[in-house]
């Protein structure tokens, strides 16, 4: 028997007979990837919020025929590989494959009862000859041969046994006195595990010490239920600052709804606009706002609200606070970079943008945000009693405790395209989150894990692709840096120089961009300047940060400007920013599966599908084995003499990103040359490639590992 998915699947779920268990049992513990597998439906078919396939749109793959068709093994062999590799690349479908077929293992396990009132029923909807609707189903008899109908069926309850037997009247009484005994034990309970009222009603009373069980801060302990932590965020006069209005059908004098356990189920966000704090602009500092109903964006002037629902950007280079919550006590900085700034600390680069989406926090909460991507910090600044956070990013909900005053953490999501993702058959990209607390004490609980006492520095990592629950560690300093607000100091004067002109340009984009502008008509003014670099480069990575894709590829298409060359080096790794951002982003250029849509074959570039083809392979990392295949640069070398301006600039890109580590000065190349300097710089790069007929130093060596 081959080891398939179905078959794994049937081992699983113990269908198989014994001899077959025997046999794929033996394959399994032979095979590291049919255990990764195991693990993982293991894993997927209990992880929560996990959503169900599309069954339509784009992003539909398989529909429920054929998923019954592939359990029942009736799916043609071509199908039945293209659903099983399906199932491999996304948790999603896989996780309706097992669930599936667990379901119906459970079912046709068990012999279907039929009750006899409702086959009388059956009977009597044929209308057809066979039916015969004064038929009585046959009733069971005792011991003496006489009727006997002491289980006959409930009139009204079909299945369901008389109300002549004692089992209807014994049930609901033991349930009564169930829940009589546990509501007597949970009156008990709370009275013994909450203090008397007068704890926090006051401002001056002291908040209630974190638990202290737990001290070291990489072990997690078991979740166990607490005490509505909001408790000491009164006012003076004994009102919470931020409390949502009761509804209308309930009275004054029945008491608020207890907050949620933290580390429960988290119900999705409202979808209610509401405002949820204010806008404190720092310097530089831009805030673009984009309401759920509108396709633009607009610039958030200082001091102004900032609503729940609303997509809130701060674009690359700029920082912006907001102010959440009545009391001022929790903060948001949005933190945005730009790679010019992060010559320091290698893969602060890909923090462009800061993307966030505020929620109406449930209670118990006082903050409760979506994390798009970028960098952002949360802080403490109420005197007494913890900030709550709930944070979400990437399909998780993790909830945050600031335990008190002056507590700081630092949170990045970012997401790539590794060389070994398989970005055309729709897999996700690789997706990081680093949380560092920085300054104080912080609670975290994520799903069954709590970790009550964080006490700075301490890092919490995660990613998409890994086991799906972090992992904690204790940052060095070198690594603390990289969280400094302020840009570095560089260490040679062409960084001095290049962060000085950065910093001349984002006060330059700053104050081109009024709050009566729309962003994008500020954007391509910037764009435009002939006289400042650095302004046209910061234009073009804030093109990336409010989705303007099509602005993007005119610079790669149409600047033909020899020395835009930098906009142009600009406009290709905003857009790999931009693509790793979504998976379904790459098909609004260039859909490979239907060879159509996207601005690459329309009117204004004409572009073929070969073309458009090439252009969205090279926005992303080659594999490993095509990266170091030397047929591989011979293709790029003659790209640089095509008679596209955006594939000569793509093959140079990926050239000098190939050739990282050769032993020999790499040629000068300008896309936008005129012909024959193109085709001299695309001859030297070709006399470094290694050819069957010669040695080259492209590609490089290897480089020789360390002592």
Same mark, same amino acid.
């Given at each position: %028997?081959?080891?398939?998915?179905?078959?794994?699947?049937?081992?699983? !779920?113990?269908?198989?007979?014994?001899?077959?268990?025997?046999?794929?049992?033996?394959?399994?513990?032979?095979?590291?990837?049919?255990?990764?597998?195991?693990?993982?439906?293991?894993?997927?078919?209990?992880?929560?919020?996990?959503?169900?396939?599309? &069954?339509?749109?784009?992003? @539909?793959?398989?529909?429920?025929?054929?998923?019954?068709?592939?359990? !029942?093994?009736?799916?043609? $062999?071509?199908? /039945?590989?293209?659903? #099983?590799?399906?199932?491999?690349?996304?948790?999603?479908?896989?996780?309706?494959?097992?669930?599936?077929h667990q379901i119906l293992t459970l079912v046709l396990g068990e012999p279907a009862l039929v009750p006899p009132t409702a086959r009388e029923r059956m009977y009597g909807l044929v209308k057809g000859r066979e039916a015969i609707p004064y038929r009585k189903a046959r009733v069971a008899a005792n011991a003496a041969g006489e009727a006997d109908d002491r289980d006959a069926d409930d009139p009204l309850l079909p299945g369901m046994p008389s109300s002549r037997g004692?089992?209807?009247?014994?049930?609901?009484?033991?349930?009564?006195?169930?829940?009589?005994?546990?509501?007597?034990?949970?009156?008990?309970?709370?009275? =013994?595990?909450?203090?008397?009222?007068?704890? &926090?009603?006051?401002?001056?009373?002291?908040?209630?010490?974190?638990?202290?069980?737990?001290?070291?801060?990489?072990?997690? @302990?078991?979740?166990?239920?607490?005490?509505?932590?909001?408790?000491?965020?009164?006012?003076?006069?004994?009102?919470?600052?931020?409390?949502?209005?009761?509804?209308?059908?309930?009275?004054?004098?029945?008491?608020?709804?207890?907050?949620?356990?933290?580390?429960?189920?988290?119900?999705?966000?409202?979808?209610?606009?509401?405002?949820?704090?204010?806008?404190?602009?720092?310097?530089?500092?831009?805030?673009?706002?984009?309401? &759920?109903?509108?396709?633009?964006?607009?610039?958030?002037?200082?001091? @102004?609200?900032?609503?729940?629902?609303?997509?809130?950007?701060?674009?690359?280079?700029? $920082?912006? !606070? *907001?102010?959440?919550?009545? !009391?001022?006590?929790?903060?948001?900085? *949005?933190?945005?970079? /730009?790679? =010019?700034?992060?010559?320091?600390?290698?893969?602060?680069?890909?923090? %462009?943008? $800061?993307?966030?989406?505020?929620?109406?926090?449930?209670?118990?909460?006082d903050v409760d945000l979506t994390l798009g991507r970028g960098r952002i910090y949360l802080s403490s600044r109420r005197q007494q009693g913890p900030v709550t956070v709930r944070l979400r990013f990437a399909g998780e909900v993790w909830d945050l405790t600031l335990r008190e005053a002056e507590t700081e953490v630092g949170v990045d999501l970012l997401s790539d395209y590794m060389p070994d993702i398989d970005y055309r058959g729709g897999e996700k990209p690789l997706?990081?989150?680093?949380?560092?607390?920085?300054?104080?004490?912080?609670? *975290?609980?994520?799903?069954?894990?709590?970790?009550?006492?964080?006490?700075?520095?301490?890092?919490?990592?995660?990613?998409?692709?890994?086991?799906?629950?972090? =992992?904690?560690?204790?940052?060095?300093? #070198? #690594?603390? &840096?990289?969280?400094?607000?302020?840009?570095?100091?560089?260490?040679?004067?062409? #960084? %001095?120089?290049?962060?000085?002109?950065?910093?001349?340009?984002?006060?330059?984009?700053?104050?081109? %961009?009024?709050?009566?502008?729309? /962003?994008?008509?500020?954007?391509?003014? $910037?764009?435009?300047?002939?006289?400042?670099?650095?302004?046209?480069?910061?234009?073009?990575?804030?093109?990336?940060?409010?989705?303007?894709?099509?602005?993007?590829?005119?610079?790669?298409?149409?600047?033909?400007?020899?020395?835009?060359?930098?906009?142009?080096?600009?406009?290709?790794?905003?857009?790999?920013?931009? *693509?790793?951002?979504?998976?379904?982003?790459?098909?609004?250029?260039?859909?490979?599966?239907?060879?159509?849509?996207?601005?690459?074959?329309?009117?204004?570039?004409?572009?073929?599908?070969?073309?458009?083809?090439?252009?969205?392979?090279?926005?992303?990392?080659?594999?490993?084995?095509?990266?170091?295949?030397?047929?591989?640069?011979?293709?790029?070398?003659?790209?640089?003499?095509?008679?596209?301006?955006?594939?000569?600039?793509?093959?140079?890109?990926?050239?000098l990103h190939l050739s990282v580590g050769a032993r020999v000065k790499l040629p000068d190349y300008n896309a936008a040359d005129d012909a024959d300097k193109r085709a001299g710089a695309a001859d030297a790069w070709r006399a470094l490639v290694t050819t069957p007929d010669k040695p080259g130093a492209l590609p490089p060596l290897p480089m020789a590992p360390g002592p």
């Amino acid at each position: %028997m081959r080891l398939t998915l179905r078959t794994l699947l049937a081992y699983l !779920d113990d269908t198989l007979e014994p001899h077959e268990i025997k046999e794929i049992g033996q394959k399994v513990a032979e095979s590291d990837a049919a255990q990764e597998l195991v693990a993982r439906i293991k894993q997927i078919t209990r992880r929560r919020r996990l959503t169900t396939p599309p &069954a339509t749109g784009p992003g @539909a793959k398989f529909d429920a025929n054929t998923v019954a068709e592939y359990l !029942d093994n009736e799916l043609s $062999s071509d199908l /039945v590989a293209e659903l #099983e590799k399906t199932c491999l690349e996304s948790d999603v479908h896989l996780a309706e494959v097992a669930s599936c077929h667990q379901i119906l293992t459970l079912v046709l396990g068990e012999p279907a009862l039929v009750p006899p009132t409702a086959r009388e029923r059956m009977y009597g909807l044929v209308k057809g000859r066979e039916a015969i609707p004064y038929r009585k189903a046959r009733v069971a008899a005792n011991a003496a041969g006489e009727a006997d109908d002491r289980d006959a069926d409930d009139p009204l309850l079909p299945g369901m046994p008389s109300s002549r037997g004692w089992l209807i009247w014994a049930l609901p009484l033991a349930a009564v006195l169930v829940l009589a005994v546990l509501a007597v034990a949970v009156w008990q309970g709370l009275s =013994e595990s909450h203090p008397p009222l007068h704890v &926090a009603v006051n401002s001056n009373d002291k908040a209630p010490p974190p638990p202290d069980h737990v001290t070291d801060p990489g072990k997690a @302990a078991p979740v166990t239920p607490v005490a509505p932590v909001d408790v000491a965020t009164k006012d003076k006069d004994g009102t919470p600052p931020v409390e949502p209005p009761p509804p209308k059908d309930k009275g004054p004098d029945k008491p608020p709804e207890p907050p949620p356990t933290p580390g429960g189920r988290a119900a999705a966000p409202s979808k209610e606009r509401v405002v949820a704090g204010r806008y404190v602009p720092g310097r530089p500092s831009i805030l673009v706002q984009r309401q &759920a109903d509108q396709a633009g964006w607009k610039r958030v002037v200082p001091n @102004a609200a900032v609503s729940t629902t609303d997509d809130l950007v701060s674009l690359p280079g700029y $920082s912006s !606070d *907001l102010d959440l919550g009545a !009391d001022g006590g929790a903060h948001v900085l *949005l933190h945005g970079n /730009v790679p =010019e700034f992060s010559f320091a600390f290698p893969g602060t680069e890909f923090l %462009m943008e $800061s993307a966030v989406k505020l929620n109406k926090p449930e209670a118990g909460f006082d903050v409760d945000l979506t994390l798009g991507r970028g960098r952002i910090y949360l802080s403490s600044r109420r005197q007494q009693g913890p900030v709550t956070v709930r944070l979400r990013f990437a399909g998780e909900v993790w909830d945050l405790t600031l335990r008190e005053a002056e507590t700081e953490v630092g949170v990045d999501l970012l997401s790539d395209y590794m060389p070994d993702i398989d970005y055309r058959g729709g897999e996700k990209p690789l997706q990081l989150l680093n949380l560092t607390v920085l300054n104080g004490k912080a609670g *975290l609980v994520v799903e069954s894990q709590e970790y009550p006492n964080l006490a700075a520095p301490v890092a919490v990592s995660w990613n998409n692709k890994g086991k799906g629950t972090p =992992e904690l560690r204790r940052p060095p300093p #070198e #690594e603390l &840096a990289m969280w400094a607000k302020t840009p570095p100091q560089g260490a040679v004067q062409a #960084e %001095m120089d290049s962060i000085a002109q950065m910093l001349e340009a984002l006060d330059k984009v700053n104050r081109n %961009m009024t709050d009566k502008k729309a /962003v994008e008509t500020a954007l391509q003014e $910037s764009r435009s300047d002939p006289n400042s670099t650095p302004t046209r480069v910061l234009a073009v990575y804030c093109f990336g940060a409010v989705d303007g894709a099509d602005k993007l590829l005119d610079v790669l298409c149409n600047d033909q400007d020899p020395a835009h060359y930098l906009d142009r080096n600009a406009a290709i790794f905003t857009l790999r920013r931009w *693509l790793s951002r979504d998976p379904d982003n790459g098909k609004l250029l260039y859909d490979y599966k239907k060879g159509e849509a996207g601005p690459l074959l329309g009117q204004k570039y004409h572009y073929q599908d070969n073309e458009a083809e090439n252009i969205l392979d090279e926005l992303h990392d080659f594999p490993p084995n095509i990266a170091r295949d030397p047929r591989t640069f011979v293709r790029l070398t003659n790209q640089l003499n095509s008679k596209r301006l955006a594939i000569r600039e793509l093959a140079y890109w990926n050239l000098l990103h190939l050739s990282v580590g050769a032993r020999v000065k790499l040629p000068d190349y300008n896309a936008a040359d005129d012909a024959d300097k193109r085709a001299g710089a695309a001859d030297a790069w070709r006399a470094l490639v290694t050819t069957p007929d010669k040695p080259g130093a492209l590609p490089p060596l290897p480089m020789a590992p360390g002592p």
